[in-house]
């Protein structure tokens, strides 16, 4: 099987002196690590680029990729990450992940909260702020929230832009300055004390799926939270959390009714807070997470025994389940496979 791989890195648009705004890239160390690792379980891999590159091939007649891996993030748009799925439909060509409607949904951190609210799941109290918005109206919805406040522009991922705020007067300067950065719609929050929770699950069928329950190391409070810069520095592990069963069952129950109402396919990650008291709070889902050694997918795999190669493999194999695409057998685990 010819297997494409779709992704995005920085340099591939002129983003100028806003490049430091967007962090949702994957690096190309990354990306080529991943291209090696589905080579070395089989699949013959093409680097196919982004959005405007693969048109351009499709265009061309040059396109003979018989599956496409999707890793592309796109920018400055709310269809940002459905884009390139609405480009393969449109020309019949069967890709890995989330469509390009769940894909927009779930960029859309308000919408997904919404939609949370709607299934009887706890989410921390929000609001959004337009461009355009007063600042005596964001101060009327400030003085509504408990503090601190946690800001975001609401259609960006990997902690773009995001803060915490103790005071309403530093909350209102925030929003403004974000709103000024990203010129879109800000979500703001209340800040929830508690660990932070990341679920990732592989997979298409009801509690059938390769799943767990991830933190890192290095939380030491409730205060904690993970920021863009902790993540570039990357001076922490996840690790694998060990909750009491009730707390895990609702997870894979909250989880589980999320990945399918929103209509996630194939993999996804959802990202939670759990309080002392054990509510627990969704804070956002992400159908197109980053996939490296290390990473939360990564150890999630290695609690069902699985290396790097292996877990990825199966991402793969549940598309392929999912399309009716014929299974390539995993090749055995190699010492250069993790």
């Given amino acids: ?15 100028g002196t806003d490049s430091s705004l967007y962090c949702d890239f ?5 990306i080529t690590t991943l291209k090696h690792i589905l080579a070395s379980i089989g699949y013959q891999t093409v680097m196919l680029g982004n959005t405007e590159h693969v048109a351009q091939l499709i265009q061309n ?12 993030e796109g920018v400055k748009s709310r269809n940002r990450e459905g884009l390139l799925p609405a480009l393969l439909e449109i020309y019949n060509i069967p890709y890995i992940g989330t469509d390009a ?4 949904l779930t960029l859309n951190k308000a919408l997904t909260k919404m939609l949370a609210e709607r299934l009887g799941i706890l989410t ?3 609001f959004t702020v337009a461009p355009d918005c007063p600042v005596e109206s964001i101060r009327e919805l400030l003085g509504a929230m408990s503090m601190p406040v946690i800001i975001k522009p609401n259609i960006e991922g990997n902690s773009s832009g995001i803060s915490v705020e103790q005071t309403v007067a530093k909350a209102i300067e925030k929003i403004s300055y974000t709103l000024e950065q990203y010129k879109t719609a800000i979500l703001c929050e209340e800040f929830i004390f508690g660990q932070e929770i990341t679920v990732p699950f592989i997979g298409n069928k009801p509690f059938d799926m390769i799943w767990g329950i991830t933190g ?5 409070n409730d205060e ?14 996840n690790i694998i959390l060990n909750l009491p069963k009730t707390t895990e069952e609702a997870f894979q129950r909250i989880s589980t009714k ?12 959802f990202d939670y807070r759990l309080t002392k008291s054990g509510d627990i709070y969704f804070i956002e889902v992400n159908p197109l997470p980053s996939l490296f050694a290390g990473g939360s997918f990564d150890i999630v795999g290695e609690q069902y025994g699985y290396t790097f190669a292996e877990t990825v493999g199966h991402i793969v194999e549940a598309a392929c389940k999912r399309m009716s695409i014929p299974k390539i057998e995993i090749l055995p685990r190699t010492n250069d496979d993790h």
């Fill in 124 to 126: 921390p109290k929000f």
């Fill in 101 to 104: 409607f769940g894909l927009s």
């Fill in 61 to 72: 007649g040059q396109f003979q990729c018989d599956l496409v891996f999707n890793l592309v």
């Fill in 258 to 269: 999320l990945f399918f109402e929103i209509g996630c396919r194939d993999f996804a990650r």
């Fill in 216 to 220: 890192v190391d290095i939380q030491r």
């Fill in 224 to 237: 904690f939270w993970l920021t863009s810069e902790m993540k570039m520095l990357g001076d922490y592990n």
């Fill in 26 to 30: 994957d690096d190309i160390e990354t």
């Fill in 1 to 15: 099987m010819r297997l494409g791989i779709a992704y995005d890195t920085q340099d591939m648009y002129n983003l």
